[in-house]
């Protein structure tokens, strides 16, 4: 009986050793003292045993079972310890390393833009309102003296959402609003999105950007407009540009006037930029038109105001020299970079 009990030790022994997870070490463990084990066969089979040599016999099983217990506990201690390590390993940080930098997105062209824009006119004493990009006719036509048979109202031009709404087509209709909701004296420009239905091409886009502007109070004149865009034209293009203001049509204001600066890039002489002519046209102004003010319910002998606006991509295209308007909606971090 010592023997065979000695020799299921030494088994089980050798068996451990080669064991090297968790899982491997449970199987053993359940058939080395499982029901089904050899001791557990031999302590059931003691029944018919004599009382001594049931006592002897039950001491040397148990003792060797034991025994088996703790090389059992010994290496489940040792595989909870190796298994640790193996994590260490794998978790380990190394906090000299140095970090990784988190890519920095950049700010996008129009908005360096318009923020460049906005500051000057900020500087000017101008404060910066908004208005909704869903419109209502009222708003965009009708408050800003769009004859009925206007062509922009056309559906061919104009997103309709209904009969009387729409997706603004200029930033003016912040004028109207302005004008509903402020008493002069008024200073204010309105940068935003504006939308209109056109084929999308090197110059157009369905989607574009304006930043409007609008003063009004009493006595201000044609030479109030003047000096403001000439003075703003100066602080975006550099000290040496200069202006001319050519009649124009536009139903919100009389008269009218498109601006033109002197070419930036080759000062007038005539390049690429300015077709050759040395002059470069960036927006649209007048003095407000007496039947827009009045909508705001002003006194028109005694107020005057004067209007702007202004294309932000056709800014932005001209200063960084893009040639297709729709690289600024395409989302490429190799365009947009370019500008951080
Ligand atoms: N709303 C005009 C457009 O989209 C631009 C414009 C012209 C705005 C003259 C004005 C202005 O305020 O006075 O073409």
């Known amino acids: 009986m010592q023997d065979q009990l000695n020799k299921i030790l030494e088994q089980a022994k050798s068996q451990l050793e080669t064991a090297t997870d968790r899982a491997q070490a449970e199987e053993l463990r359940v058939k080395l003292l499982g029901k089904k084990g050899e001791l557990t066969q031999i302590l059931k089979g003691m029944g018919k045993l004599s009382p001594e040599e049931r006592k002897s016999t039950g001491q040397m ?21 190796k298994a640790k390590e193996a994590q260490f390993k794998v978790e380990r940080i190394d906090v000299t390393e140095p970090g990784v930098r988190p890519k920095l997105g950049a700010r996008h ?17 101008f404060s910066i309102v908004e208005g909704p990009e869903v419109e209502t006719v009222f708003n965009n036509f009708d408050a800003l003296n769009a004859s009925p048979d206007h062509p922009a109202r056309d559906m061919t031009d104009t997103f ?12 003016s209709p912040v004028q109207v609003r302005t004008l509903l909701k402020q008493k002069p004296p008024i200073k204010v420009i309105s940068p935003g999105r504006c939308f209109r239905c056109d084929t999308p091409d090197a110059t157009h ?31 975006l293009f550099g000290p040496e540009t200069k202006t001319k203001f050519r009649p124009h049509h536009f139903p919100f204001t ?57 294309g932000v991509e056709r800014v932005a295209m001209l200063k960084y020299g893009v040639d297709d308007i729709r690289l600024f909606y395409e989302n490429d971090m190799r365009f947009i970079e370019q500008f951080k």
Not at 213 to 221: F, K, Y
């Open 61 to 81: 099983v148990n003792g060797v079972k034991g025994q088996i217990e703790s090389l059992l506990e010994n290496k489940f201690e040792e595989l909870k310890a």
């Open 160 to 171: 309709y959402i209904t009969e009387d709404v729409l997706l603004r087509t200029q930033t």
């Open 254 to 310: 009389e008269p009218s006037a498109e601006v033109d600066v002197s070419c930036f890039k080759c000062g007038g002489k005539g390049c690429r930029v300015c077709k050759g002519s040395g002059w470069i046209e960036i927006l649209g102004c007048g003095m407000v038109h007496p039947n827009v003010l009045k909508v705001g319910g002003l006194d028109t002998e005694k107020y005057t105001g004067f209007a702007f606006g202004l």
């Open 109 to 125: 062209p129009l908005t360096v833009t318009m923020e460049e824009i906005s500051k000057v006119f900020m500087n000017m004493g």
């Open 205 to 235: 886009s369905p989607m574009f950007h304006q930043i409007e502007g609008l003063v009004v109070d009493e006595g201000i004149t044609m030479a109030d407009l003047k000096g403001t865009l000439d003075s703003f034209a100066k602080q």
